[in-house]
């Protein structure tokens, strides 16, 4: 059954200093992958997804991830952190075999230091 | 502004009421979602709807009923809930890739959710 890990609940970094949030994916298909952010008391929105092709993904607000099969990976990053990055961010995978099935990781909160 | 509308934003009720939830889309989409979700918790699924049929239950209690009356429209009906049944309840659609309603594969567009707390 396809899952992902999120390493770490909860990631702090300074302002302006890179963030890395990391996610590992199980799958025994070729996955699709995604990383949502939730700001408080609002749902979910997608900050970028790999499905096929470049495996380097750029997303809003200047975040990228990389598909790394070989480390079965899609860690998060962007290079310099502000304020306003600070929300809960989920890793996710979609079940292609059944419809429209997109499970969640258990998330990491990432607080931004002044 | 999201595109995915819920009401109401917050529910309080005993458990002996019936009340519902409601999401609204306009994009079009053809698949719809309800999520549960716990403080400090990722979203949980509990239904997928895929042109108006119910196409994935979670082994949800039959005291949550879902419905789908037409391609814009979500339900989701509380009878005789529980205080652990208290969450965020948060609407999704998202395009599907195929008629036979597999892999989304996509971006899943969430309301804002409907907070619940069940006394």
């Known amino acids: 059954a396809q899952s992902v890990t999120q390493l770490g609940s909860h990631v702090s970094v300074s302002e302006g200093a890179l963030v890395l949030l990391r996610c590992n994916y199980s799958?025994?298909?070729?996955?699709?992958l995604f990383w949502y952010v939730q700001y408080p008391n609002q749902g979910l929105q997608l900050l970028l997804k790999?499905?096929?092709?470049?495996?380097l993904v750029k997303g809003i607000n200047g975040f990228e991830a990389e598909f790394k099969k070989s480390e079965t990976s899609f860690h998060l990053t962007k290079p310099s952190a502000h304020m306003s990055d600070a929300a809960e961010y989920f890793c996710a995978v979609s079940v292609e075999s059944s419809a429209s099935k997109i499970i969640f990781g258990s998330g990491t909160r990432l607080s931004i230091r002044p | 502004d999201t595109e995915v509308t819920q009401t109401p934003k917050h529910l309080v009720m005993g458990m002996t009421n019936k009340k519902s939830l409601k999401c609204e889309q306009h994009?079009?989409?053809?698949?719809m979602y309800w999520y549960k979700q716990k403080a400090k918790k990722p979203p949980e699924l509990m239904f997928v709807y895929s042109y108006e049929k119910l196409s994935i239950n979670e082994s949800v209690p039959s005291r949550f009923s879902p419905e789908c009356p037409n391609s814009s429209l979500l339900n989701l009906h509380l009878h005789a809930l529980q205080p652990e049944d208290s969450a965020l309840y948060l609407c999704a659609s998202s395009q599907v890739e195929n008629l036979e309603g597999q892999g989304a594969g996509g971006e899943l567009f969430f309301g804002e959710g409907s907070r619940l707390t069940v006394l």
């Open positions: 790999y499905t096929t092709g470049a495996t």
């Open positions: 994009m079009g989409h053809r698949a």
């Open positions: 799958s025994s298909v070729p996955p699709y």
